[in-house]
């Protein structure tokens, strides 16, 4: 029963903390428009809230791999994300657009925590025989936190106004903080290990004496010098350069195929949906989990057909290009998930899925900024471009991946 009620715990204090975290940005977008009037200044703020995650993933994730109680830290966390929300929007207008940028900017290197922190946590939650059906389950809750989280974002702020569409999204984070703070102690490994990955001897856990940047350098480490790691970090990141150009195409696409600009959300929704769906089916049947090297790679491929299909730029390809999307995304960030659970040595756990969220946050906020000159010059070639990346990044991956050992991965 106790079990039970961790793994419930998990799942839904997961699904509510992104929900929330995807509901923020552009309810600080639509904040930021509705009190300046400078769609710059909104932009900014968003930009401010996601660039900075490039430095706090690898940061926050030594500090949970230190913490005897990392669901405590995990907590913190998550309280002082949804505070510095509301006090984003408290200073909207009152202070300086850099102080507010400021704020924004350290708000930002907490992002990670949501994601990856959170995630790292799983093996001390379920046991080996589980693993593979719920890491497909924890995909689905991001899955199901970019479908409700923008569409909450635009219905708040159009019922009550934008700023309450900010505070609805702190609160969202706020729920979330006593899942977090009940997860697992993790005194024992977890269930399983792969077998080391050529570094020197390491404690079991990090050490408070050990320097910070010593145990960053050792993480950094840990992911360049396990191929099966680097290469599914490496293909993850440059994934989500596409991606980040697909989503700034999105109101493009609404505006030129089918005369408004908000309907390209519904194309980012179909994503959303056939990415649950898909990561449903993976739950159900974890047996097509056993070689996540391989779904990781198909999916990126998917995803560069999706965007090709998209580039055509009529109304019943492009629909069929955000289903085809979502049956590639789904699946290939579950697989990444099974690839660094299997991967990442037990004492730089967290590290590695705070550091890969936050390579993946980054390379999102640079495909959506290359989007601007592209789209400005030609929308067809924008979202070319964004196939070509998916097809380098499923290419760069290389042929096949880590066996599976005995005992790993059983369904």
């Known amino acids: ?58 940061v926050f994730g030594v500090l949970l791999d230190r913490s005897p109680r990392p669901g405590r830290l995990l907590a913190v966390a998550l309280g002082a994300y949804a505070s510095a929300l509301v006090l984003i929007l408290l200073s909207i207008g009152r202070v300086p657009v850099v102080a507010t940028l400021l704020i924004a900017a350290c708000a930002g290197l907490l992002g990670p925590a949501l994601s990856g922190g959170w995630t790292a946590q799983l093996p001390y939650v379920v046991g080996e025989k589980d693993l593979p059906r719920f890491t497909a389950l924890d995909a689905m809750t991001f899955n199901a936190a970019s479908l409700l989280g923008p569409a909450a974002a635009g219905a708040v702020a159009g019922a009550v106004g934008a700023p309450a569409g900010v505070i609805v999204s702190a609160t969202l984070i706020g729920t979330a903080v006593p899942a977090a703070w009940r997860l697992p102690v993790p005194s024992l490994p977890p269930p399983f290990q792969p077998p080391p990955a050529p570094l020197p001897p390491l404690p079991l856990r990090p050490s408070a004496r050990t320097p910070l940047t010593a145990d960053i350098r050792a993480g950094v480490r840990a992911i360049v010098r396990t191929p099966p790691l680097a290469r599914a970090t490496a293909v993850s990141a440059i994934s989500c350069v596409g991606q980040g150009m697909f989503v700034a195409c999105s109101p493009l696409l609404g505006e030129r195929v089918f005369g408004a600009a908000g309907h390209g959300v519904l194309l980012l929704s179909g994503v959303a949906v056939s990415a649950l769906s898909a990561n449903a089916v993976l ?103 964004a196939a070509v990346i998916q097809a380098f990044a499923a290419l760069s991956y290389g042929r096949g991946g880590r066996r599976k050992s005995p005992g790993q991965w059983r369904a």
Do not use: N, W
């Open 1 to 58: 029963m106790r079990k039970r009620y961790a793994i419930r715990s998990y799942v839904v204090g997961a699904a509510v903390a992104r929900t929330g975290d995807e509901m923020s940005g552009p309810a600080l977008l639509l904040a930021g428009l509705a009190i300046t009037g400078s769609a710059f200044t909104a932009t900014l703020l968003l930009a401010g809230i996601t660039v900075s995650a490039a430095v706090g993933g690898p």
């Open 283 to 385: 739950a159900r049947c974890p047996r097509l989990m056993r070689r996540p090297d391989t779904v990781l790679r198909c999916g990126t491929l998917v995803l560069a057909v999706a965007f090709l299909l998209a580039a055509t730029g009529r109304p019943v390809p492009l629909i069929v290009a955000a289903l085809i999307a979502g049956l590639g995304e789904g699946p290939q960030l579950a697989a990444l998930f099974a690839v660094r659970h299997r991967e990442a040595p037990e004492r730089l756990r967290a590290q590695i899925f705070t550091t890969g969220a936050s390579l993946k946050i980054t390379a999102f906020a640079l495909g959506a900024t290359l989007t601007a000159p592209l789209a400005a010059h030609s929308l067809p070639a924008t979202l070319l471009t």
